[in-house]
């Protein structure tokens, strides 16, 4: 079984400033990592996805996110925030074996302010 | 193209009422999933298909949860006799094939509240 934990359930930030959004998973296999976004009043939309080769994954939106085994950690980051950013942001990892269910963390809101 | 479509988009009910939510996913998408996510948590998985073939069903909190997609493309999730535990928004997504990394498209969800 997987989990993930998303210790940080609100992320105030400055418009312009960089932002990190931490994300840590626990699996006895190996696993694909994703990163979605939830804009006010939208569904989930993938940002990026971690599926195997380079640990660094970009969206097409500036973030970026780098799969780290040791630390068993997929951190989110934006070297520099819009407002357009704020959104509530959710990690999720799946089994590599089988249809690949989705187990979520709580997610974290990402608030920018001018 | 069009996306995963749920229907309705809101619905109130009464405890002990019946419900039925609709999901249409991307047309020629083989996999489906069920997701329930309560206030403030991340979604939960609740059901899968393949096609017409609910393959995993581990995920439904009790037997008064239903699912079925008997063409293998609407799906619809029926819940009987509604509790007060009930109430959460219900996530639709569809993937071309399940498997491999393949990404999950989510509908905008069903936000049901039983009174």
């Known amino acids: 079984a997987q989990s993930v934990t998303q210790l940080d359930s609100q992320v105030p930030v400055f418009e312009e400033a960089p932002v990190e959004l931490r994300c840590n998973y626990s699996?006895?296999?190996?696993?694909?990592l994703f990163w979605y976004v939830q804009y006010p009043n939208q569904g989930l939309q993938l940002l990026l996805k971690?599926?195997?080769?380079?640990?660094l994954v970009e969206s097409i939106n500036g973030f970026e996110a780098e799969f780290n085994k040791s630390q068993t950690s997929f951190h989110l980051r934006k070297p520099s925030v819009h407002i357009s950013d704020t959104a509530e942001y959710f990690c999720?990892?799946?089994?590599?074996?089988?249809?690949?269910?989705?187990?979520f963390g709580t997610g974290t809101r990402l608030l920018v302010s001018p | 193209g069009a996306g995963v479509s749920q229907s309705p988009r809101y619905k109130v009910t009464k405890r002990g009422q019946d419900v039925a939510l609709r999901c249409d996913p991307i047309?020629?998408?083989?996999?489906l999933f069920w997701y329930q996510q309560a206030l403030g948590q991340g979604p939960e998985f609740l059901t899968y298909?393949?096609?017409?073939?609910?393959?995993?069903k581990s995920g439904l909190p009790s037997d008064r949860f239903f699912a079925e997609r008997p063409e293998g493309s609407v799906s619809t999730l029926k819940i009987q006799r509604t509790q007060q535990e009930d109430s959460a928004v219900y996530l639709c997504?569809?993937?071309?094939?399940?498997?491999?990394?393949?990404?999950?498209?989510f509908g905008p969800g069903t936000r049901l509240t039983v009174l």
């Open positions: 047309s020629g998408h083989v996999s």
């Open positions: 999720a990892v799946s089994d590599r074996l089988g249809f690949q269910k989705l187990v």
């Open positions: 997504a569809s993937s071309l094939v399940g498997g491999w990394g393949d990404t999950q498209y």
């Open positions: 971690y599926l195997s080769g380079s640990t």
């Open positions: 699996s006895s296999v190996s696993v694909y």
């Open positions: 298909f393949q096609n017409e073939a609910q393959l995993d």
